[in-house]
């Protein structure tokens, strides 16, 4: 079971659309019980960091959130759900994260245009299994803030595409992923690396 976590910040409907799509069994969970019971997590996310954190904080998710990291099962992270993985961010104001990957969340700085939204390529940095037989093809984000690429946290970078410097797209470390894009929306390459998790899930 692919448990999608309900705290009121997610695309709920379009990710649960996706999974319903690969064939999998899901559901929405909002509390410690439930999330241990399944077998992978999706953890989205829309909206602002500092929100996003609060809400868990509120739905006493946090440390249920790590203790299911800590227990092995695989979870992925989408789009803002990606974001709060890491320690920190600036989103109007210092906020901390999850703290389950190492990095830090800034917001876009230059004369181009904020948000980054639309198709950009994927390009691979390692092999990763949510990576197996997908094309480094063009996917959908729509963001404003990013992973800082930094030497310190390199070796969690998948895959990352370019808008006007290096972002981070694609994230790994253990059991823990994240995708800065909507795979749910991002065609037959975004459904790729969904049934790819799914399937890493499966494989446990």
């Known amino acids: ?35 241990m019971k399944a077998d992978g997590a999706l953890l989205p996310g829309v909206g602002a960091f500092g929100d996003a954190m609060k809400n868990l904080q509120e739905k006493g998710l946090i440390e249920p959130i790590k203790e299911y990291v800590a227990s092995g099962k695989p979870l992925l992270g989408i789009c803002l759900g990606m974001q709060i993985l890491f320690e920190s961010s600036n989103e109007h104001g210092q906020h901390t994260g999850l703290g389950l990957l190492p990095g830090h969340i800034a917001r876009f700085e230059g004369d181009y245009k904020i948000p980054h939204m639309g198709w950009n390529q994927l390009k691979f940095l390692q092999n990763s299994p949510v990576l197996k037989d997908v094309e480094e093809g063009y996917v959908y984000f729509v963001h404003s803030y990013f992973l800082q690429p930094e030497e310190s946290n390199r070796s969690v970078l998948l895959a990352t595409t370019d808008y006007y410097q290096e972002v981070p797209a694609i994230v790994g470390q253990g059991n823990v992923y994240g995708m800065q894009f ?23």
């Open 182 to 204: 909507h795979p749910e929306k991002s065609g037959t390459v975004g459904m790729k690396l969904l049934q790819n998790f799914t399937e890493l899930v499966e494989s446990l």
């Open 1 to 35: 079971m692919i448990a999608i976590i309900d705290y009121g910040m997610g695309n709920l409907h379009s990710v649960s659309k996706a999974v319903e799509r690969l064939g999998h069994d899901y559901c929405f969970v909002s509390t410690k019980e439930e999330l």
